[in-house]
Nanobody, 114 residues
Framework: QVQFVESGGGLVQAGGSLRLSCAAA?????????IGWYRQAPGKQREFVAV???????NYADSVKGRFTISRDNAKNTVYLEMNSLKPEDTAVYYC???????WGQGTQVTVSS
């Protein structure tokens, strides 16, 4: 069951910026659980990137602190991830999901060239 639709990925040069969007699937709305962004690079495990609670509290992985910002617009049922100062090591498929969820959607590809 797909609950989230990721978009906004693409190809960007190192040092550039990108904004990802995570929207609730058609007919769905976000509940009170925190929503996070995760990423998986080729040959790597999926890793935590950032999370935001229903009240707006945030936490980030050390690797993206100071560069990425997670936010949400509850009226639009959308969570965003603003990525700045992108590095080649940020290249991955990015996913959004409820914190603690185990079923994943398609994600959106982010490729950072050097």
């Amino acid at each position: 069951q797909v609950q989230f639709v990721e978009s906004g990925g693409g190809l960007v040069q190192a040092g550039g910026s990108l904004r990802l969007s995570c929207a609730a699937a058609s007919g769905s709305t976000f509940d009170i659980r925190p929503i996070g962004w995760y990423r998986q690079a080729p040959g790597k495990q999926r890793e935590f990137v950032a999370v935001i609670s229903n009240t707006g509290s945030t936490n980030y992985a050390d690797s993206v602190k100071g560069r990425f910002t997670i936010s949400r617009d509850n009226a639009k049922n959308t969570v965003y991830l603003e990525m700045n100062s992108l590095k080649p090591e940020d290249t991955a498929v990015y996913y959004c999901n409820y914190w603690g969820a185990t079923r994943w959607g398609q994600g959106t590809q982010v490729t950072v060239s050097s």
